[in-house]
């Protein structure tokens, strides 16, 4: 039980790591959809994780939701952060001031005396405009770093979940319900099979470019979030999981 406390539950973990093929899986206690607890223990592991793979000059891409607020909320300063640059991963995607990636960012950096950059693309812009605000300096040198990227922070959602919370309408859920979309993580939502069903109109990090980083870490707990964390593993793309044993043991069913 003390090694359970201290590192997650392992055994797990190990049977995650085989059925996901993520090479290191970390498994905390309880089901985040129940207790808000158990969103502060994936928030506390992460920043243990960030503050061990980070190294020197680092850039860290780091996208909004609610349990990458809370890595942001359990970091603490430490040297190695000195010289390292938070970047926002996408601009607008819908999200409460609170959990947008741009908030994530800076709070990041206040907290470890690292920098940040922020990426200023508000939310549904017509095409036309987005293009154009792809032109802008600003937004191109973002985009530039973002190209540059080691490290990877994420939240992983439900994707009926995250349409709503993005307003989609009546109309749009049925739409991407047919897709037979499950998951959803960058403004990229996926299928069961993990292939890109549907994709938010809005500029940052590509998925090749995380296929790309050399650590992506990915923050998701919540049995509800077992099919859309099984659905994003098929990307190939993640060195470190952490999730709960909610999400976890409702994975291991299916
Ligand atoms: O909207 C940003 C985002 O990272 C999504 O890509 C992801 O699906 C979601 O947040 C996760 O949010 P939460 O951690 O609150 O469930």
């Known amino acids: 039980p003390l090694v359970g406390e201290l ?5 797990l973990a190990e049977r995650l790591q085989q059925k996901l093929g993520i090479a290191e899986v970390i498994v905390v206690q309880g089901n985040a959809d129940l207790s808000p607890w158990v969103k502060e223990e994936l928030g506390r592991v992460g920043a243990r994780v960030l503050k061990q793979v980070v190294q020197e000059g680092d850039i860290v891409a780091v996208t ?19 010289t390292v640059q938070f ?9 409460r001031v609170e959990l947008q990636a741009n908030t994530l ?16 693309v508000p939310d549904r812009l017509h095409p036309e405009a987005l293009q154009t605000l792809v032109k802008e300096p600003q ?15 994420h939240g992983i959602g439900d994707a009926i979940t995250m349409a709503r919370r993005r307003n989609y309408s009546e109309e749009e859920l049925q739409e991407l319900d047919a897709t037979g979309a499950v998951s959803e993580a960058f403004g990229y939502y996926f299928n069961e099979a993990g292939e890109t069903v549907h994709r938010m109109p809005t500029i940052g990090l590509q998925l090749e470019e995380v ?37 976890a043991r409702s994975l291991l069913s299916t």
């Not at 870490?217 to 964390?229: P, R, V, W, Y």
């Open 7 to 11: 590192f997650g539950l392992t055994d």
């Open 64 to 82: 909004g939701g609610s349990s990458i607020a809370s890595v942001a909320k359990h970091l603490s300063p430490s040297a190695a952060f000195r």
């Open 87 to 95: 970047v926002p991963a996408r601009g607008g995607l819908g999200e």
């Open 105 to 120: 960012a800076s709070a990041m950096a206040a907290k470890t005396g690292a920098s940040y950059r922020l990426l200023h």
């Open 139 to 153: 937004v191109q040198d973002v985009l530039t770093l973002l190209r540059d990227t080691r490290i990877v922070l």
């Open 211 to 247: 296929h790309k980083a050399e650590t992506v870490l990915s923050i998701a707990g919540g049995e509800s979030k077992a099919k859309a964390i099984l659905s994003f593993a098929k990307q190939s793309c993640q060195n470190v999981l952490i999730t709960d044993e909610g999400a």
